[in-house]
T-cell receptor, first 112, second 117 residues
């Protein structure tokens, strides 16, 4: 059974600092890995999707890396802003059934 | 493009009562998912539909939860009777084709927040 772990559970940084969010998974037989953002009282918004054959994906200030063999992904957010405050969830898609397994998330607070 | 719609947004009920949630996926999305997200945890898949057929309901507590997608478009998730531990956010998501590159992204609705007292 795939286990997805996100550390830390919560993070508070001053505005302008770079953010580093970690995700680890136990089964490397994945189809892809996705990072989501969840704002309070709202659904999930997909930020980045990395196929299993890729090493990283970038979108604006966001960069996500994937090391499938070691079961790790890292989400970098450059020059954080208060609007980046949210919970960030990592999820892996199994290669056998294409189902998402989520981590519990990292709640980020960016202080102005 | 309209997103995934869910209603109601919030619901408070007493234990042993019944409740129903509604989801309308993105137009043209054949696959529909219901997830349960308990506070402090990631979403857990309850049931997956492909058109109007069930693909996976292995984690659906079938003694109290039921779901249907009769015409292959919108869907209803029901809990009867509700327990305290059912307090959670119920998320609906839809996608085109799971496992097909470029078409597998799941789009999530805003969720229904359920509190069982």
């Amino acid at each position: 059974k795939q286990e997805v772990t996100q550390i830390p559970a919560a993070l508070s940084v001053p505005e302008g600092e770079n953010l580093v969010l970690n995700c680890s998974f136990t089964d490397s037989a994945i189809y892809n890995l996705q990072w989501f953002r969840q704002d309070p009282g709202k659904g999930l918004t997909s930020l980045l999707l990395i196929q299993s054959s890729q090493r990283e994906q970038t979108s604006g200030r966001l960069n996500a890396s994937l090391d499938k063999s070691s079961g790790r992904s890292t989400l970098y957010i450059a020059a954080s802003q208060p609007g980046d405050s949210a919970t960030y969830l990592c999820a892996v898609v199994h290669i056998n059934d294409y189902k998402l397994s989520f981590g519990a998330g990292t709640t980020v607070t960016v202080r102005a | 493009e309209a997103g995934v719609a869910q209603s109601p947004r919030y619901k408070i009920i007493e234990k042993r009562q019944s409740v129903a949630f509604w989801c309308n996926p993105i137009s043209g999305h054949a696959t529909l998912y219901w997830y349960q997200q308990i506070l402090g945890q990631g979403p857990k898949l309850l049931i997956q539909f492909q058109n109007n057929g069930v693909v996976d309901d292995s984690q659906l507590p079938k003694d109290r939860f039921s779901a249907e997608r009769l015409k292959g478009v919108d869907s209803t998730l029901k809990i009867q009777p509700a327990k305290l531990e059912d307090s959670a956010v119920y998320l609906c998501a839809s996608s085109l084709v799971p496992g097909l590159a470029g078409q597998e992204t799941q789009y999530f609705g805003p969720g229904t927040r359920l509190l069982v007292l």
